[in-house]
């Protein structure tokens, strides 16, 4: 049971365009969501975050919605860049850290930014 | 100088050797996590540490052991290792999230392949 769902495994985008991925989640006790990216041979790192009490962040060419009511969230990357080519995870987890905490993570979506 | 390491980055083994995978990090970070990653999977929390004396198993702990040696050491053990547990083992580490919204920071990740 895939509490944190990335229905796209791949995503070709042209070099400039938008890049929208998505993440879906079935957990109604997830109110904090993360978006992190990873480079082949490389850990994942964090990108942006948003707690369920937002409905976008924002920083810099990267934004982050949140629906609750359809438990949909999406990254957007304006405009896209050949480096953005990588993998992104989408990870859910409930605001407050107690010693049950556990970060649920997606599949994960792969970008390629064609030039 | 990376803030966390993984050591070794490629491991190949044997099916029932055991083997032993490192990490250490420099951040001063409290809670150290070991995830593995499978395709098509995201990832997968093994067994987590929120201080010296914690040790709290994950998602898939079966087959695995860990070690706290100290704040910035956190070894992952496979006792006897089987084909399956053929992966990509990341080492992750966090600050104490008073705040909520809890980052965390990875490891370049280690390969392991078990024949």
């Known amino acids: 049971d895939q509490q944190v769902k990335q229905n796209s495994p791949s995503l070709s985008v042209q070099e400039g365009r938008i890049s929208i991925l998505n993440c879906d989640y079935t957990?109604?006790?997830?109110?904090?969501f993360l978006w992190y990216k990873k480079y082949p041979a490389e850990g994942p790192t964090f990108l942006i975050s948003?707690?369920?009490i937002k409905d976008k962040n924002e920083d810099g060419r990267f934004t982050v919605f949140l629906n609750k009511s359809a438990k949909h969230l999406s990254l957007h990357i304006v405009p896209s860049q050949p480096g953005d080519s990588a993998v992104y995870f989408c990870?859910?987890?409930?605001?407050?850290?107690?010693?049950?905490?556990?970060?649920?993570w997606g599949a994960g979506t792969k970008l390629i930014i064609k030039p | 100088d990376a803030d966390v390491t993984q050591t070794p980055r490629n491991r190949i083994t044997k099916t029932g050797k055991r083997i032993m995978l490192e990490c250490s990090q420099t951040?001063?970070?409290?809670?150290m996590y070991w995830y593995r990653q499978d395709p098509g999977l995201g990832l997968r929390l093994i067994y987590y540490?929120?201080?010296?004396?914690?040790?709290n198993k994950g998602e898939i702990s079966d087959g695995y052991s860990v070690s706290r040696q100290a704040q910035a050491k956190f070894s992952l053990s496979l006792e006897s290792a089987i084909p399956n547990q053929t992966a990509l083992y990341f080492c992750a580490t966090s600050d104490r999230g008073l705040a909520g919204g809890e980052t965390q920071y990875f490891g370049p990740g280690t390969r392991l392949l078990v024949l």
């Open positions: 948003i707690s369920s």
């Open positions: 990870a859910a987890s409930p605001y407050f850290v107690d010693s049950n905490y556990q970060l649920i």
């Open positions: 540490s929120f201080d010296v004396k914690d040790i």
């Open positions: 957990n109604s006790m997830f109110d904090y």
């Open positions: 951040k001063g970070h409290d809670r």
